[in-house]
């Protein structure tokens, strides 16, 4: 494990590199997330690197109902509550060009930063949990094929060990886009199987109204790094209480106008093939409501 220094109350971005990976290795080639043992170090195969069908959506209304398996992302469907590489492609063609640099606060299993290698765009990912820091370095770790590399141009892509609500390695208006998938308050307990809950998770947050005052820092901090007049994306879902909707999505949105963003796009995205589905069912009959079916993918300008 490398060392981690503390500023105040947050962990400060420390860079993880192939060295630390290969160390890691030494010891165990899985990491756990959450409850799922996932598989690393092998020489993973790529039978392709780009969707055979893609098309830009052009409406508001966003449905995948099969997660894009190209690259390597065909190995991460067992990472929970992953976005499906389709949403980032979408964006990344939308709001960003080749050289311009990404921002992932919430790296997760690396998705965002497999689509800005494959598209020439330069990124940083970041996750407070290092075994999905471990995971992001594994799936990156693929030679692009010459048909995707224009003038040997490689991408720079930095994965770090930090808190999204202290991006203190990156200077202030130096990001040209941000996409952002934070954990949906505790819907997911992404650190509730390591040794000790990771400190600064945002997942071990249940009250809704705390949770919000921590995404408050989080936007806070995206709004300091990004450009003038350049795009943020943040998906976020609600959730369901006893028998009631709980807007987290509309709570959050307000903590991203407080701050100063002006809300460019409300694109509603189609869940599919939720795990807790089969409960829900059962819990949806007894107490008579519906299902939520749908994520918000709010897109923010500065
Ligand atoms: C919804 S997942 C992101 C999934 C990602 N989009 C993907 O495709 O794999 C949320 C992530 O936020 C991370 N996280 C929780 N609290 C954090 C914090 N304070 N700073 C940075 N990452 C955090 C979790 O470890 C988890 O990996």
């Known amino acids: 494990m490398i060392e981690i220094e503390k500023i105040e109350n947050f962990i400060s971005m420390t860079k993880v590199d192939y060295n630390n990976y290969k160390e890691f290795l030494k010891n165990r080639n899985y990491v756990i997330v959450e409850n799922v043992k996932l598989e690393i170090g092998r020489n993973w195969k790529i039978k392709e690197f780009e969707p055979k069908h893609f098309e830009l959506e052009t409406t508001n209304v966003w449905s995948f109902p099969n997660r894009g398996k190209w690259a390597t992302h065909y190995l991460n469907s067992k990472y ?7 949403v980032v492609r979408n964006l990344l063609i939308r709001y960003t060009k080749e050289g311009d640099w990404v921002l992932d606060p919430f790296v997760g299993s690396g998705t965002t930063l497999i689509e800005a290698k494959l598209l020439r765009r330069n990124a940083i990912g970041i996750d407070i949990n290092y075994e999905a820091v471990i995971l992001t370095l594994d799936r990156l770790n693929f030679d692009m094929p010459p048909n995707l590399l224009e003038n040997d141009k490689k991408p720079i892509i930095e994965v770090y060990v930090g ?22 308050v505790d819907i997911i307990g992404y650190s509730k199987n390591s040794n000790s809950k ?3 998770d945002l997942s071990k947050i249940h009250s809704v109204e705390d949770f919000c005052i921590e995404m408050k820092k989080v936007a806070k901090e995206m709004y300091r790094v990004l450009k003038p007049h350049k795009f943020c994306a943040i998906l976020i879902g609600d959730t369901r209480r006893k028998k009631y909707h709980i807007p987290i999505s509309f709570k959050v949105l307000n903590v991203f106008l407080e701050v100063g963003f002006k809300l460019k796009e409300d694109i509603i995205k189609i ?9 829900w069912v059962k819990r949806s009959k007894e107490l008579n409501f519906l299902l939520l079916q749908y994520e918000h993918l709010f897109v923010f300008e500065k």
């Open 163 to 184: 808190d999204a609500r202290n991006l203190d390695k990156i200077e202030n208006e130096s990001i040209d886009f941000i996409a952002a998938h934070p954990p949906y």
């Open 80 to 86: 929970r509550g992953n976005w499906a590489p389709q």
């Open 271 to 279: 869940q599919h093939r939720m795990k807790t589905t089969p409960l």
């Open 198 to 200: 990771i400190d600064g």
